[in-house]
């Protein structure tokens, strides 16, 4: 393959780079927990880390998830990655493997509700955290303290679609030694490397953009090689071994994945390793769609709003348009008048009533009553929760059938 071959080129020929076994096209669905070794030195070798590339037992990873791991290595254009059982899994890891009792995390508010849940555990363990609007990068900088070590972002907040200043957090991070964690779910590798902000650490779900299908749960999380471990306080001995590039992934490996043993299987990496194969033209197609949908809405007389960065009327439409490929297949509208809801909600045929993200079919919410119920009217009216709010994940149906079939149920 030339040096920097396309996307969708990339990923098609992903798993020859590994050497195909008997001849197979996909890589083989490793289903053995045990490894076994012809010579004890080799055994001795694996569990020292002496021996690269070596399996020794399956939590800690196996040929299948190794290969989707070099995988999406390569789409973030990082130096390593970590597959996880889910998201949440990489996400827990990486907190709680790099963070200790008395540090500091800035966490922007708009993270993922589960996301948002951890961050109580965390202070219950000693680990301060604040919430900033990550918009302004002065709003993050203000946040800090002595014993601030990492800031977290998602790159398009769900279901808002915020846009934190990710750049001028990238250098703020780069400048004070923090580690900068963005969740890339929304925008995935194929409309965004992280590591172009200076980001340290990239985490994907995997459940959503990368499969895509909607039919196996997996996270990771990607190095993109740019922060300097050696400098870090909270790597362990044991993990300051070796290329110094690595430390923080190994020590992610060893704690968190090994250790807390959030562990993908080898039949679920085989799944989203498929469903990766198609990811840039289901997110070519799905954000074109989201887009012409978003400007249909937008002069539709029933709709009071529509949240897409693709918009020109959004608040981060400029950055957008210059970091990311396509605005994303993820939108939201708000109803003018919010009694209709349900009435419009049930009267659509195509979007599914569900609350997940990034599947191949079009995927519909109503946000107030749902996901965020919990939070109470205050919160919501504190985060832009209208209650004429709708979530609407776009799939692969075409453009002109949503059109007409919104068309049909907002009249
Ligand atoms: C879904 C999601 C997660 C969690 O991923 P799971 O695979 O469901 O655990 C994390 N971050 C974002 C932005 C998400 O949308």
């Known amino acids: 393959m030339k040096n920097k071959p396309a996307l969708s080129t990339l990923l098609a020929h992903a798993d020859r780079d590994f050497g195909a076994e008997h001849g197979a096209i996909h890589k083989p669905i490793h289903t053995s927990v045990q490894y076994g070794f012809e010579k004890v030195e080799d055994l001795i070798g694996v569990f020292q880390g002496t021996i690269k590339g070596g399996f020794n037992y399956a939590r800690q990873g196996t040929p299948t998830t190794a290969a989707l791991e070099a995988r999406i290595t390569a789409l973030e254009g990082g130096v390593g990655s970590i597959c996880f059982a889910t998201g949440m899994a990489g996400i827990c890891a990486t907190f709680l493997t ?7 995390l800035v966490c922007s508010q708009f993270v993922f509700g589960n996301t948002n849940s951890v961050l109580g555990t965390l202070r219950g363990l000693g680990i301060e955290v604040t919430t900033v609007d990550p918009g302004q990068v002065s709003a993050v900088e203000a946040a800090l303290q002595p014993n601030t070590r990492m800031v977290f972002v998602e790159t398009i907040a769900n279901p808002g679609t ?17 580690v900068y964690v963005v ?9 965004f490397q992280p590591k172009a902000v200076g980001a340290s650490l990239s985490i994907n779900s995997l459940t959503k953009t990368i499969a895509g299908h909607g039919a196996a749960l997996g996270g990771s999380v990607t190095d993109t090689g740019l922060f300097d471990w050696a400098s870090y ?8 071994k070796g290329d110094a590039r ?9 704690k968190g994945l090994r250790d807390m043993g959030g562990a993908l299987s080898s039949e679920h990496a085989h799944q989203i390793a498929v469903g990766s194969e198609t990811l840039s033209l289901r997110v070519q197609h799905s954000s074109a769609t989201a887009q012409g949908l978003a400007q249909w809405m937008s002069a539709h007389p029933a709709i009071a709003k529509v949240h897409y960065p693709g918009l020109a009327s959004h608040p981060q439409h400029a950055l957008a ?5 396509a605005a994303s297949w993820l939108m939201a509208f708000e109803l003018r008048d919010a009694s209709r809801l349900n009435a419009v909600i049930n009267a659509l045929q195509l979007p599914i009533k569900a609350t997940g993200l990034g599947d191949t079919r079009t995927l519909i919410i109503p946000v107030a009553p749902t996901i965020f119920w919990e939070a109470g009217p205050q919160v919501r ?10 979530r609407l994940s776009l799939g692969l149906e075409a453009l002109d059938d949503l059109i007409a079939d919104f068309a049909q149920a907002l009249a």
């Open 183 to 191: 969740d890339n779910t929304i925008t995935s590798p194929a409309l």
């Open 246 to 254: 690595q430390w923080g992934l190994q020590q992610i490996r060893k």
């Open 98 to 104: 790099l963070l200790k009792a008395g540090d500091h």
């Open 162 to 178: 915020q846009i934190p200043d990710l750049e001028g957090i990238g250098a703020l991070c780069k400048t004070r030694g923090l």
């Open 321 to 325: 348009k210059k970091l990311f490929g």
């Open 233 to 240: 306080p909270n790597i362990f001995a044991a993990y300051r």
């Open 381 to 390: 009216a504190q985060m832009g929760i209208a209650d004429g709010m709708v």
